[in-house]
C-alpha cells in the first residue's frame, strides 16, 4: 500500500520548439524512460541519469530541490537529440 509510503512527484517543464508543457512525474518514472531511451537508441549518446541518493530520502528537501534541477538538465539534454525528441 503506497499512501502509508512518502514520495515525491517532480514537476519539470519542458519546451520543444514553439511547444511548451508540464510534466508531473516520480523519479522511478524519469529513470525508466531513460531506460527505455537507451534500449531503443543504444548506439546514440545520451545524457548521463541523475543517481538515485542512497544515504538521503527521496523527500528529502535538499535532494529535492537537487533533482529538480538534475532532472531538467537531463530533459532539455534528451530533447536535443533529434531521434529522442520525436518520441
Given amino acids: 500500500d503506497t ?12 519546451s520543444y520548439k514553439d511547444e511548451r508543457w508540464r510534466v508531473f512525474r516520480r523519479y522511478n518514472q524519469f529513470h525508466l524512460l531513460d531506460q527505455e531511451f537507451r534500449d531503443l537508441f543504444a548506439g546514440a549518446k545520451l545524457a ?12 528529502d528537501p535538499s ?25
Fill in 3 to 14: 499512501s502509508l509510503n512518502p514520495f515525491m512527484a517532480y514537476t519539470i517543464d519542458v
Fill in 48 to 59: 548521463k541519469f541523475p543517481r538515485k541518493h542512497i544515504w538521503r530520502g527521496g523527500t
Fill in 63 to 87: 535532494v529535492v530541490r537537487e533533482r529538480i534541477v538534475a532532472l531538467q538538465q537531463w530533459l532539455d539534454a534528451v530533447l536535443a537529440v533529434p531521434a529522442l525528441a520525436h518520441c
